[in-house]
């Protein structure tokens, strides 16, 4: 929190300080204080929502959520991401796949993958969704098995028992962008599975990318 803090006052200070600056310096100096003002929401954001999923609360309301539909939603805020990044993305989902879940929840987990792969995974990558039903025995209950892949650079295999680990960052492979994660995304990932009584789990492929294999118990 402090670095993008520390930025912003930077900034405003020295176009405070500084009496000569011209108009188009000082635009300059506040677009890059808003966009660490951009930075510091979406830590807050993150910090937040790990608080909520640690106390497994009432807090969140518990309703049908489309699969497909919130991954549309999803696709559609990182279009330009995607497109700057060259990434393909092709959820399949069926259209009527539900599951009693949050909408908020099942967004933040979708979005912090896919953020993940843009992030670190490289240029020119190929994202798939696939899903199953696995249905409970004796209870109207059912579990939905995800397997998230792409095929980025990997994750160097020292780091793989420590990528959920809040603001743990790899310094190495999918490390593209220095300083464009907190840290706090697949730990985001990993509660909202936890929420839902689910396993992750996460692999490098033989042909180059990862894996990520995990279930949500419809609640």
Same mark, same amino acid.
Not at 13 to 36: N, P, S, W
Not at 138 to 143: E, I, Q
């Given at each position: 929190l402090k670095t993008?803090?520390?930025?912003?006052?930077?900034?405003?200070e020295?176009?405070m @300080?500084?009496?000569?600056?011209?108009?188009?310096?000082?635009?300059?100096?506040? +677009?890059?204080?808003?966009?660490?003002?951009?930075?510091l929401t979406?830590?807050v954001?993150d910090? *937040?929502i790990?608080?909520?999923? @640690?106390?497994?609360?009432?807090?969140y309301?518990?309703?049908?959520?489309?699969?497909s539909?919130c991954?549309?939603e999803? +696709?559609?805020?990182?279009?330009l991401?995607?497109k700057?990044?060259n990434t393909?993305?092709?959820?399949?989902?069926?259209?009527?796949?539900?599951?009693?879940s949050?909408?908020?929840?099942?967004?933040?987990?979708?979005?912090?993958?896919i953020?993940?792969? #843009?992030?670190?995974?490289?240029? @020119?990558?190929?994202?798939?969704?696939?899903a199953g039903?696995?249905?409970?025995?004796?209870?109207? *209950?059912?579990?939905? *098995?995800?397997?998230?892949?792409d095929?980025?650079?990997g994750?160097?295999e020292?780091? #793989? @028992?420590r990528?959920f680990?809040r603001?743990?960052k790899?310094?190495k492979g999918r *490390?593209?962008?220095a300083g464009g994660?907190?840290?706090?995304?697949l730990?985001?990932?990993?509660n909202?599975?936890?929420f839902?009584k689910?396993?992750?789990?996460?692999?490098? #492929?033989?042909?180059?990318g990862v894996?990520?294999k995990?279930?949500?118990l419809s609640l």
């Amino acid at each position: 929190l402090k670095t993008p803090l520390t930025g912003i006052r930077a900034y405003l200070e020295t176009i405070m @300080d500084d009496g000569t600056m011209d108009a188009g310096q000082m635009r300059l100096f506040v +677009e890059k204080a808003y966009r660490q003002s951009l930075r510091l929401t979406s830590l807050v954001n993150d910090v *937040s929502i790990l608080n909520k999923l @640690d106390e497994q609360s009432d807090y969140y309301k518990i309703d049908e959520v489309n699969i497909s539909s919130c991954l549309k939603e999803i +696709e559609e805020e990182l279009a330009l991401k995607m497109k700057a990044n060259n990434t393909a993305f092709s959820p399949m989902i069926s259209s009527e796949l539900t599951i009693r879940s949050n909408h908020d929840i099942i967004y933040s987990l979708f979005k912090n993958l896919i953020d993940n792969t #843009l992030e670190h995974g490289g240029p @020119d990558t190929h994202i798939t969704i696939m899903a199953g039903i696995q249905q409970i025995s004796g209870d109207a *209950s059912y579990r939905i *098995s995800f397997t998230y892949t792409d095929n980025g650079v990997g994750i160097p295999e020292k780091s #793989l @028992d420590r990528i959920f680990d809040r603001f743990y960052k790899v310094d190495k492979g999918r *490390s593209r962008k220095a300083g464009g994660s907190s840290g706090l995304g697949l730990a985001i990932v990993r509660n909202a599975v936890l929420f839902h009584k689910g396993d992750i789990t996460v692999e490098n #492929l033989p042909d180059g990318g990862v894996m990520f294999k995990f279930d949500l118990l419809s609640l």
